[in-house]
């Protein structure tokens, strides 16, 4: 064993010896370009992106659509408590109304800073069924959703519960993360934290056991709204 050890050791150090960088260059070569289709084509691709890394994607025609898809979804948790952005920042007129006439209640996103106060409140949130937001954009080229935190959007309710429910606009859709933030040069400055969410969390351990939803949401179902 010692002598293998040393032999490996030798080929690093004579490797070494030879190893070899490009000279730098002051051109950038340019980025690939990828099938980016027409304004029109763009939900198509963005769903079967979406769905090609385990998300779901609907196509919501007008509100009342919107909110049948979205009780649809809920009703599959068989859990009354959900968690969602403040009413101003979810683009379907109607959900929060129609969400307490179904019975369904949500819960406050306020966590104290620390200590036990502040774990129990996780737990608490952590149980609820889902969490619904809005959405800043989507990524055409991905399937990725973009999520920036701001005064009543935290960003626990993407996170904490097993199921993300995404309301985005179409007019929102960007065929990569290059013309998003062309579209967006201030985005890191409109909240404290600025995500994009490609598919549920999925974590592999070391024999590549792939399991969904230790480190985030299990499911995300994406809602294009057509009309917005």
Known sequence: MRDDRAQV???????????????????????????????AEMPTNFQRELEAVGGACYMASNPAD?????????????????????????????????????GYT?????????????????????RTGAGITGALAGLMDTGSVVLVTQPRQARLISL????????????????????????????TQRG???VFITGPSRTADIELTLTRGVHGPKYIHVLLLTWC
Request: net charge neutral; proline share 7%.
């Open 66 to 102: 919107a909110i049948a898809t979205t009780l649809k979804l809920l009703r599959e948790t068989d859990n009354q408590e959900i968690l969602t952005w403040d009413d101003a920042a979810l683009p379907v007129d109607g959900l929060s109304q129609a969400l307490r006439a179904n």
């Open 192 to 194: 404290s934290n600025l």
């Open 106 to 126: 949500r819960k406050i996103v306020d966590v104290p800073t620390e200590g036990a106060a502040r774990q129990a409140k996780l737990a608490e949130l952590e």
């Open 9 to 39: 050791l030798k080929q690093i150090r004579a490797a070494l010896q030879t190893a070899h960088l490009p000279a730098a260059r002051a051109i950038v070569p340019p980025r690939v370009n990828i099938e980016q289709g027409s304004r």
């Open 160 to 187: 904490l519960p097993s199921l993300h429910i995404a309301l985005l606009p179409v007019s929102r859709l960007y065929a990569t993360m290059a013309t998003f933030f062309a579209a967006h040069p201030d985005v």
